[in-house]
C-alpha cells in the first residue's frame, strides 16, 4: 500500500505540471480555432507538431531511461549525467546544423515551400528541449518533484504568455478589434497574415527560457567523452529510441499520411485537403485527457519501478498498478465520450465536425498508456530489443492500415488504424512478457471492465444528446454508474489496501 501511494503521490505532483500544462494549451485551441476560422491556416502548424513527436525521440535517443538505468547509484550520477549530456548536445547540434542548412529543401519537401523559417525554429527548439530534457530526468532522479513541476509550468506559462502577446494582442491590434493606436509598433514585428507562424515562436522563445530557469542542474557538468563507457549506454539506449521512434510514428502517422492519401473532395464540404487535415489536427486534440493521464503515471512510475529491480515483491506492485491505471483511464474514456458535446465547444465552430472518432482516439491512447506498462518487463530485464520488435512491426501496420483506410472512411480511417495497430502493440508486448517475465496481471478483470465502457459508448453513440443541463447531469450520472460498479467488483481490493 504504501508504494501505491508513493506512486500516487508522484503521480499527482508530476501530474500537475502534465495535466495543467495540456489542459492550458488544450484551452489555447478555443483560441486558434476562433481567431483563425479558415482551417487551412493551421494545417501548417498541425503537420509540424506532428513531425515533432518523432524527431524528440530522436533527439533525446532513449537516453532518458538509459540515464535511470545507469545513474541509479547517487554515486554514479554525475559521471553518466556528464557523459549522457555531453553526447546530447554534441547529436543534437549535429542533427540541427543538418536541418537548418537543408531547411529550403525540407519545407519543399512538405509540400509548405515558404516555411522554411518555422524549419530553422524548429531545429533550435528541438536541440534545446532535448538538453533541457536531460536535465528533468536528473529532477527525477533525484525526486525533486516540485522542482520540476515549478519549471515545467513555467515553460507552460512562458508559452501561453508569449502565444497570447502574438496571437490575441497583436492579432486583435492590427486586426481593429481593439487598442487601434498601438498599430504603428506592432506592426514593426507581427503580420497577421504570417499569424499561426508565430504560435511556433512563442514555443521558442519558451524553450530558450526554460534552459536558462534550469541552470542549477548543469552546475558541476564537464563535457566528457570515455568511449567504453558510451558504447555501454548507447547499446542500452538504441533499442529504446528506436523502440520510441517506431511508436511516436505510430501516433502521428494519421496526420503525417492525411494529406498525401485523402482524396481530392472526399468532404464536399472542405475545398481543399489542407482545410480537412487543419480541422482534423484540432479535433484530434480532443483525445488530450487520456495522454495527460498516461504522462503524469509514466513520470512516476518509471523511476519507482526502476528502483524495486530485484524486489521479489516487484511483479506483484506491476500487476496492481497497472490494474488501476487502467480502471482510471477507462473511467476516463467514458467521462469524455458521453460528453463530447459539451467538451467539443472548446472548438471554434468551423472546426466541429467528425467527432465521432474522438472515442476511437482515446481507446487507442488508452492502448497506448497500458501498452506503457506492460513494456516495463523488458526495460527491468534488459531485453529491450522485444520493445523494437514490437514497435517497429506495429509502425508498419499502422502505416500500412492508413494507406488503406484514409482513402475510404477519411478521419475515421485514421482512428481505426491507430486503435487497431496500438491494441496490436499490447497484445505482442502481454504475450512476450509473461513468457520471459512473468506478471500476475488481473486480466479477466480488465477485459471486463473494457467491454462495458464500450458497450456504454456505443449504445450512447446513438443519442444525439444537445448541450444541456439536463444532458450533463444525465452524462455524469453515466460515469458515476460505472464508477460505482467498479468499487463495488474492487471492494475487496480497496478494503486490504491494494
Same mark, same amino acid.
Given at each position: 500500500?504504501?508504494?501505491?501511494?508513493?506512486?500516487?503521490?508522484?503521480?499527482?505532483?508530476?501530474?500537475?505540471?502534465?495535466?495543467? @500544462?495540456?489542459? &492550458?494549451?488544450?484551452?489555447?485551441?478555443?483560441?486558434?480555432?476562433?481567431?483563425?476560422?479558415?482551417?487551412?491556416?493551421?494545417?501548417?502548424?498541425?503537420?509540424?507538431?506532428?513531425?515533432?513527436?518523432?524527431?524528440?525521440?530522436?533527439?533525446?535517443?532513449?537516453?532518458?531511461?538509459?540515464?535511470?538505468?545507469?545513474?541509479?547509484?547517487?554515486?554514479?550520477?554525475?559521471?553518466?549525467?556528464?557523459?549522457?549530456?555531453?553526447?546530447?548536445?554534441?547529436?543534437?547540434?549535429?542533427?540541427?546544423?543538418?536541418?537548418?542548412?537543408?531547411?529550403?529543401?525540407?519545407?519543399?519537401?512538405?509540400?509548405?515551400?515558404?516555411?522554411?523559417?518555422?524549419?530553422?525554429?524548429?531545429?533550435?527548439?528541438?536541440?534545446?528541449?532535448?538538453?533541457?530534457?536531460?536535465?528533468?530526468?536528473?529532477?527525477?532522479?533525484?525526486?525533486?518533484?516540485?522542482?520540476?513541476?515549478?519549471?515545467?509550468?513555467?515553460?507552460?506559462?512562458?508559452?501561453?504568455?508569449? %502565444?497570447?502577446?502574438?496571437?490575441?494582442?497583436?492579432?486583435?491590434?492590427?486586426?481593429?478589434?481593439?487598442?487601434?493606436?498601438?498599430?504603428?509598433?506592432?506592426?514593426?514585428?507581427?503580420?497577421?497574415?504570417?499569424?499561426?507562424?508565430?504560435?511556433?515562436?512563442?514555443?521558442?522563445?519558451?524553450?530558450?527560457?526554460?534552459?536558462?530557469?534550469?541552470?542549477?542542474?548543469?552546475?558541476?557538468?564537464?563535457?566528457?567523452?570515455?568511449? %567504453?563507457?558510451?558504447?555501454?549506454?548507447?547499446?542500452?539506449?538504441?533499442?529504446?529510441?528506436?523502440?520510441?521512434?517506431? @511508436?511516436?510514428?505510430?501516433?502521428?502517422?494519421?496526420?503525417?499520411?492525411?494529406?498525401?492519401?485523402?482524396?481530392?473532395?472526399?468532404?464536399?464540404?472542405?475545398?481543399?485537403?489542407?482545410?480537412?487535415?487543419?480541422?482534423?489536427?484540432?479535433?484530434?486534440?480532443?483525445?488530450?485527457?487520456?495522454?495527460?493521464?498516461?504522462?503524469?503515471?509514466?513520470?512516476?512510475?518509471?523511476?519507482?519501478?526502476?528502483?524495486?529491480?530485484?524486489?521479489?515483491?516487484?511483479?506483484?506492485?506491476?500487476?496492481?498498478?497497472?490494474?488501476?491505471?487502467?480502471?482510471?483511464?477507462?473511467?476516463?474514456?467514458?467521462?469524455?465520450?458521453?460528453?463530447?458535446?459539451?467538451?467539443?465547444?472548446?472548438?471554434?465552430?468551423?472546426?466541429?465536425?467528425?467527432?465521432?472518432?474522438?472515442?476511437?482516439?482515446?481507446?487507442?491512447?488508452?492502448?497506448?498508456?497500458?501498452?506503457?506498462?506492460?513494456?516495463?518487463?523488458?526495460?527491468?530485464?534488459?531485453?529491450?530489443?522485444?520493445?523494437?520488435?514490437?514497435?517497429?512491426? %506495429?509502425?508498419?501496420?499502422?502505416?500500412?492500415?492508413?494507406?488503406?483506410?484514409?482513402?475510404?472512411?477519411?478521419?475515421?480511417?485514421?482512428?481505426?488504424?491507430?486503435?487497431?495497430?496500438?491494441?496490436?502493440?499490447?497484445?505482442?508486448?502481454?504475450?512476450?512478457?509473461?513468457?520471459?517475465?512473468?506478471?500476475?496481471?488481473?486480466?479477466?478483470?480488465?477485459?471486463?471492465? &473494457?467491454?462495458?465502457?464500450?458497450?456504454?459508448?456505443?449504445?450512447?453513440?446513438?443519442?444525439?444528446?444537445?448541450?444541456?443541463?439536463?444532458?450533463?447531469?444525465?452524462?455524469?450520472?453515466?460515469?458515476?454508474?460505472?464508477?460505482?460498479?467498479?468499487?463495488?467488483?474492487?471492494?475487496?481490493?480497496?478494503?486490504?489496501?491494494?
Amino acid at each position: 500500500m504504501s508504494f501505491l501511494k508513493k506512486l500516487a503521490g508522484d503521480a499527482v505532483l508530476y501530474g500537475m505540471s502534465t495535466i495543467v @500544462g495540456r489542459l &492550458l494549451n488544450w484551452l489555447m485551441v478555443a483560441l486558434y480555432t476562433r481567431v483563425f476560422e479558415n482551417r487551412e491556416l493551421l494545417a501548417e502548424n498541425g503537420l509540424f507538431y506532428a513531425l515533432v513527436v518523432p524527431l524528440n525521440i530522436i533527439y533525446t535517443f532513449g537516453l532518458e531511461t538509459a540515464f535511470f538505468r545507469f545513474a541509479s547509484k547517487k554515486e554514479n550520477q554525475q559521471k553518466y549525467f556528464n557523459l549522457i549530456l555531453t553526447f546530447i548536445i554534441l547529436f543534437g547540434a549535429t542533427l540541427s546544423g543538418l536541418i537548418i542548412f537543408f531547411s529550403e529543401e525540407i519545407a519543399v519537401a512538405l509540400n509548405f515551400p515558404d516555411a522554411s523559417h518555422l524549419v530553422i525554429l524548429f531545429a533550435v527548439i528541438l536541440w534545446v528541449d532535448a538538453v533541457c530534457a536531460i536535465a528533468f530526468v536528473k529532477l527525477r532522479a533525484n525526486q525533486q518533484a516540485k522542482t520540476f513541476v515549478a519549471i515545467k509550468l513555467a515553460n507552460i506559462f512562458l508559452t501561453i504568455g508569449a %502565444t497570447l502577446f502574438f496571437i490575441f494582442f497583436c492579432q486583435g491590434v492590427l486586426s481593429g478589434k481593439f487598442l487601434t493606436d498601438q498599430a504603428y509598433w506592432v506592426k514593426n514585428f507581427y503580420s497577421v497574415e504570417d499569424g499561426p507562424d508565430y504560435i511556433i515562436f512563442a514555443n521558442y522563445i519558451a524553450s530558450l527560457l526554460t534552459l536558462l530557469l534550469l541552470w542549477k542542474q548543469f552546475v558541476g557538468f564537464k563535457m566528457q567523452w570515455n568511449q %567504453t563507457e558510451l558504447k555501454k549506454i548507447l547499446e542500452y539506449a538504441w533499442p529504446l529510441m528506436i523502440m520510441g521512434l517506431a @511508436g511516436s510514428i505510430n501516433l502521428v502517422a494519421d496526420r503525417l499520411l492525411f494529406r498525401k492519401f485523402l482524396p481530392p473532395g472526399f468532404y464536399p464540404q472542405f475545398p481543399s485537403v489542407d482545410e480537412a487535415f487543419g480541422l482534423y489536427a484540432n479535433v484530434y486534440k480532443l483525445s488530450i485527457f487520456m495522454t495527460l493521464v498516461v504522462q503524469a503515471y509514466r513520470y512516476a512510475a518509471e523511476p519507482l519501478f526502476f528502483s524495486k529491480v530485484g524486489d521479489k515483491n516487484s511483479p506483484g506492485m506491476i500487476a496492481l498498478s497497472t490494474k488501476w491505471f487502467t480502471i482510471a483511464c477507462i473511467v476516463i474514456w467514458i467521462g469524455v465520450s458521453v460528453n463530447l458535446n459539451i467538451i467539443a465547444l472548446i472548438l471554434g465552430e468551423n472546426y466541429r465536425y467528425g467527432l465521432e472518432v474522438v472515442p476511437v482516439l482515446l481507446l487507442a491512447n488508452l492502448f497506448i498508456g497500458l501498452y506503457g506498462n506492460l513494456s516495463i518487463w523488458f526495460k527491468l530485464s534488459d531485453q529491450t530489443q522485444y520493445g523494437s520488435y514490437i514497435t517497429i512491426g %506495429t509502425m508498419c501496420v499502422t502505416v500500412a492500415l492508413n494507406i488503406l483506410l484514409i482513402p475510404v472512411y477519411g478521419f475515421m480511417g485514421c482512428a481505426i488504424a491507430f486503435a487497431l495497430s496500438s491494441l496490436m502493440m499490447v497484445g505482442a508486448c502481454y504475450i512476450l512478457g509473461q513468457k520471459h517475465y512473468p506478471i500476475p496481471y488481473e486480466t479477466g478483470r480488465v477485459l471486463l471492465y &473494457l467491454a462495458i465502457a464500450a458497450g456504454i459508448i456505443i449504445l450512447y453513440s446513438f443519442r444525439d444528446a444537445k448541450a444541456s443541463v439536463g444532458n450533463f447531469v444525465l452524462q455524469c450520472g453515466i460515469c458515476l454508474v460505472f464508477l460505482a460498479f467498479v468499487i463495488v467488483m474492487e471492494r475487496k481490493s480497496v478494503s486490504s489496501g491494494q
